[in-house]
């Protein structure tokens, strides 16, 4: 079992920058695949960014690329989201996710531990 804890979140203006941060509890963490997903008011929750246990690959959303980076520190079992050039669309809450496995997929239903998550609102 491992429990994700969120964090960075908060209201920032278009073009800013904030940079999540994921704490994972469990001797596990560096087995799994981590993700971030997030959702809209009135949307579903979609993908944002993967990466693999070894950090070795990683996937982004078109919506992000170029944009959003997401690393991990297995030694701190944390995975983190930096998000840089902030735009309204952003704004959704934001949710940490650990994968079955050690590679990282773009599918929900490939991750077993979900966070609370954090909300990310960007003002105009």
């Known amino acids: 079992q491992v429990q994700l804890v969120e964090s960075g979140g908060g209201l920032v203006q278009a073009g800013d920058s904030l940079r999540l941060s994921c704490a994972a509890s469990g001797r596990t963490f560096r087995n799994y695949a981590m993700g971030w997903f997030r959702q809209a008011p009135g949307k579903e929750r979609e993908f944002v960014a993967a990466?693999?246990?070894?950090?070795?690959?990683?996937g982004y959303a078109e919506s992000v690329k170029g944009r959003f980076t997401i690393s991990r520190d297995n030694a701190k079992n944390t995975v983190y989201l930096q998000m840089n050039s902030l735009k309204p669309e952003d704004t959704a809450i934001y949710y940490c996710a650990g994968a079955a496995g050690s590679k990282w997929s773009a599918s929900q239903s490939a991750y077993l531990f979900w966070g609370q998550g954090t909300q990310v609102t960007v003002s105009s």
């Open positions: 990466i693999a246990w070894n950090a070795a690959t990683t």
